[in-house]
């Protein structure tokens, strides 16, 4: 069982920066994926940016387009904490933010935390 607590959002102006924070804890493997989805209001739950638990040559990470460039995800499994750093925030990245985690080998994300609201005003 894998326990996930996310913070670190808030309401930013456009063009602002935020960076969220998800600490895991629990029986963490290293083949698994860290992934951070969103959901905006109205809308579907919708992928953001994952990264592999491990890294060296097994290193996994990944972004939707919407986010490339201006989204980077790390991991300090050190402190079991995986971060989104958030740049240029637009209006349509608002949403609940979740961190999530799967193991490399299944397309679904088996643990997820409670969420984080982002809010950017324009």
């Known amino acids: 069982q894998v326990q996930l607590v996310e913070s670190g959002g808030g309401l930013v102006q456009a063009g602002g920066s935020l960076r969220l924070s998800c600490v895991a804890s629990?029986?963490?493997?290293?083949?698994?994926?860290m992934g951070w989805l969103r959901q905006a209001p109205g809308k579907e739950r919708e992928f953001v940016a994952a990264i592999s638990w491990s890294g060296g040559s097994t290193r996994y990470e990944q972004y939707s387009d919407s986010v490339k460039g201006r989204f980077t995800i790390s991991r300090d499994t050190a402190e079991n904490t995986v971060y989104l750093q958030m740049n240029s925030l637009k209006p349509e990245d608002t949403a609940v933010y979740y961190c999530?985690?799967?193991?490399?080998?299944?397309?679904?994300?088996?643990?997820w935390g409670q969420g984080t609201q982002v809010t950017v005003a324009s």
């Open positions: 999530a985690a799967r193991l490399s080998a299944s397309f679904e994300y088996a643990y």
């Open positions: 629990g029986r963490i493997f290293s083949n698994y994926i």
